[in-house]
């Protein structure tokens, strides 16, 4: 498709829209690309080639979807608004390869959807759901390479911050136990309509085939890491003695951490991952 035909040129848009009468709803955070230098960096960041299967979360119009299945073997696109099938019907009918799903991508079994065959996910997410949804994906058991995903600019910030930063907690830990994130691009509110009240930021995550550490026991880590960031200004001791779904003693994570040469009037923000995962190794012990 020529380029000043597509979605991405806000003429065609705002066309569509009107055409079908569409009504942006809050509940599903609809907010529709268009800027093609942004689509063409997502594009390049998931790093699709003909070979791919890929499954776009929340395709609204179909404006990132056009590039994706020119770039791509094969498209998947889950999109949870039923209004917007037809709309889909029409911007997408001249890709065969394009498979268009009417169903909330949570309760999808997302590995039937590709036979168990290897796929990317590309999406610009809706701000509200990102969390469950990355979250989801990381510690399901379906066969991704890779999440490449428009979120919101403070959310991709979390998601790949290092100990010591404000932003730093326990996102930052789930995500860069399963994944290697990079952050490709930073979005501002005017390549969308409507446009968001915050900036918006483009994030891969290049799944680990092993996770980034290896600990004895997951849970444990991650009842650590919950509770050092669920009180973050207390030391960890304090804040595992107050979190009730532990049940360890503040003595043996003092002993522990001890033993580990680490201070422990320590906060929680200051270890890294690595170093949650030895104090739980200790700690099962």
Do not use: W
Not at 28 to 55: M, P
Not at 113 to 126: D, M, Q, R, T, W
Request: aromatic share 8%; proline share 4%.
């Amino acid at each position: 498709m020529e380029d000043n035909l597509k979605l991405s040129n806000p003429k065609q848009t705002i066309e569509i829209i009107q055409k079908y009468n569409f009504n942006f709803k809050k509940s599903f955070g609809q907010n529709f690309l268009i800027d093609s230098h942004v689509i063409d960096k997502i594009v390049r960041a998931a790093e699709i080639t003909k070979e791919d299967n890929v499954l776009e979360i929340g395709p609204g119009i179909g404006t990132l979807t056009q590039y994706l299945a020119e770039a791509a073997g094969r498209v998947v696109a889950v999109e949870i608004d039923e209004k917007l099938i037809p709309v889909l019907g029409e911007t997408l009918a001249e890709y065969d390869n394009v498979e268009v799903i009417n169903e909330d991508i949570l309760k999808c079994d997302i590995d039937s959807i590709f036979g168990g065959e290897s796929f990317k996910v590309v999406a610009n997410l809706p701000y509200y759901i990102t969390t469950p949804i990355i979250m989801g994906l990381l510690e399901g058991k379906s066969h991704f390479e890779s999440i490449t995903v428009m979120i919101q600019k403070e959310v991709a910030d979390r998601m790949k911050a290092g100990p010591g930063t404000k932003e730093y907690g326990a996102l930052s830990l789930a995500v860069q136990y399963y994944a290697e994130p990079y952050l490709a691009a930073n979005v501002p509110p005017n390549c969308f309509i409507p446009r968001p009240a915050v900036g918006s930021a483009v994030i891969r995550l290049k799944r680990l085939i092993e996770p980034k550490v290896s600990v004895k026991d997951e849970k444990l880590l991650f009842g650590l890491i919950r509770a050092a960031f669920m009180e973050r200004r207390k030391t960890l001791l304090n804040a595992v003695k107050n979190y009730r779904e532990m049940n360890i003693s503040k003595e043996n994570v003092e002993a522990a951490l001890t033993e580990m040469g680490i201070d422990t009037r320590i906060r929680g923000e200051a270890l890294t991952l690595e170093q949650f995962a030895a104090l739980a190794d200790k700690l099962s012990d």
